[in-house]
């Protein structure tokens, strides 16, 4: 089992930044594809970033490209998103996963955080 625990979340302006960060316990997450998704209210949650098993490789939704940045430390267990130029559609509860899958669909992701709320303002 992997649990994982975003951080980082909060109320930011339009055009400001945040840095999300989810910890893994539990096993490595090293084996594992890693990705955030987000859900917004009263929509479905969506894909929004992952991340290959050696870091080399990323994918991103066409909406975030250029202003979102996904990253893992292997040594500290850890998985990021660096958020820039915010914009009011980004707010949602961002959630990390952890997949054997290389794929952006939720339901093949096998280890989820609880989530962590990203408000932007405009």
């Known amino acids: 089992q992997v649990q994982l625990v975003e951080s980082g979340g909060g109320l930011v302006q339009a055009g400001g930044s945040l840095r999300l960060s989810c910890a893994a316990s539990?096993?490595?997450?090293?084996?594992?594809?890693a990705g955030w998704f987000r859900q917004a209210p009263g929509k479905e949650r969506e894909f929004v970033a992952r991340i290959q098993v050696a870091g080399i490789s990323t994918d991103y939704t066409d909406s975030v490209k250029g202003r979102f940045t996904i990253f893992r430390d292997s040594a500290k267990n850890t998985v990021a998103l660096q958020m820039n130029s915010l914009k009011p559609e980004d707010t949602g509860v961002y959630y990390c996963a952890a997949s054997r899958k290389w794929s952006t669909m939720s339901k093949d992701y096998d280890y989820w955080g609880q989530g962590t709320q990203v408000t932007v303002s405009s």
């Open positions: 539990g096993r490595t997450l090293s084996p594992y594809f």
